[in-house]
């Protein structure tokens, strides 16, 4: 028997910026879930298709200008 080797790649990713941002955004940022979290932070998970379409919603934070606190992939198993 064979085995097929799994690889791991993000299946999608969790941004954490400075502030509360209204749940409107969240089709301004493609459908991510925010999050308000207690500490301040809001936290937009999801996921992000391609390193393209994670670079287009990183400026949009910037062009917010608010902080832009972490970026973490999520990843999942593919195989």
């Given at each position: 028997m ?16 400075g502030g509360?941002?209204?749940?409107c ?8 879930t ?11 998970c ?34």
């Open positions: 064979t085995e097929v080797a799994k690889r791991v790649v993000p299946g999608g990713y969790r941004l954490r910026v509360h941002l209204p749940g955004w969240e089709t301004w940022f493609d459908g991510l925010l999050t308000r979290e207690e500490d301040g932070t809001t936290s937009l999801g996921p992000v298709p391609d390193q393209a379409a994670l670079h287009g919603l990183l400026a949009r934070i910037r062009d917010l200008g608010v902080p832009l606190i972490s970026v973490e992939a999520v990843y999942t198993q593919q195989g």
